[in-house]
């Protein structure tokens, strides 16, 4: 994996930014090897299948790696990348594949406890008219490693996925993941993310919204701590086909110590996808003056019947705020620990099933 560059940006903006791509930590620079990471299913309804991939069929389009893609594949720039390919690190991993046909108010819970190098590949397919909630939940309590994990959501014609993703690797694990999602006409994919473990997190999410009326919705939280890092690229494509088509994505998170995040979001809007709209939102909480954060949220367009929005928060506990709360018997400690917690809550809440909840309260309260 030497040489290995993730995150790239759609778009490159100022190199000096450094913000174009990523790359890696030296943990990730040697030739490591992987096994495959083992799955505790929590719960799964009956009518939720585990099928082998040749018998998944889908006329949707592939799937794109927001993380390992080169620029010219998430086809804003066409211009040779020299770096390593990285698509390659997952060929070993065997795919758990979720074959959902019915409207499912029971949510799928899978369990992955990695130990040492791990990779995993999870694919979710939707068939037509049908719904379902998968929670995937990476913890430990203690090791070190490095986890690779794919996800992709394959959503057909009226379906629904909700994916939750919680993250409670301990510090001496490097978290690389990739979420990659394609909608077809009338679907919706909504992503739940609570990145809060891991000395290292690479993160990213690419959706595909080429078909009618399909729609795309994220909420993520994180919480970086001490020398801990996070590193996101998250785009949504509209069209070139994909006419009133939807996204809003939602990142808020805490900075604390000397922690670092860099955070790219992407709304590209391709020739072709009139009335579609597209929001991006990010709140960032610095609580130390050692804390970096980077933030670059992008719009592309290229098509004129179309509304976007984006924007990005950065700030610290105000005056005013902390003067409130310590007069109410509040400290200053108690009163960053409270924001901080109030972001993960807001997202934890979204989770639909309450065993997931109390084990990122544990995690957050230990």
Known sequence: MSNLTLNRIPAETWTWLKMNKSLVDEKLENNLCFKTAEYKIISKPETVKIISENEMKTSLPETISAVFAKTSELGIQYKEVNEKESENIFTDAEKLILEVSKKETEPVVIHLEPEGNTSSTQIIHALPDSEVTVIFVSKSEKGSGVNLMRTKCIAEENSKIHLCKVQLLSEGFYHVDSTENVCG???????????????????????????????????????????????????????????????????????????????????????GCSGAKGNETEETLLLSPKAVNRSVPIILCDEE????????????LNDDMLFYMESHGISKDEACALMARAKINAVNARIPDEGTRETVDSFFNA
Do not use: W
Not at 232 to 244: D, L, S, T
Not at 305 to 316: L, P
């Open 305 to 316: 019947d179309v509304e976007g929005e984006h924007g990005a928060t950065i700030g610290r």
């Open 185 to 271: 006409e009338n679907a919706k994919v909504e992503f739940t993310e609570l990145q809060l473990g891991a000395a290292s997190v690479y993160t990213g999410v690419h959706t595909n919204l080429s078909k009618y009326k399909a729609a795309y919705k994220s909420n993520t939280a994180y919480y970086r701590k001490g020398n801990q890092k996070i590193d996101m690229n998250y785009i949504c494509a509209h069209g070139p086909k994909g006419r009133k088509t939807e996204c809003s994505m939602a990142v808020a998170g805490t900075l604390v110590d000397e922690a670092m995040k860099t955070y790219r979001g992407t709304i590209d809007f391709k020739r």
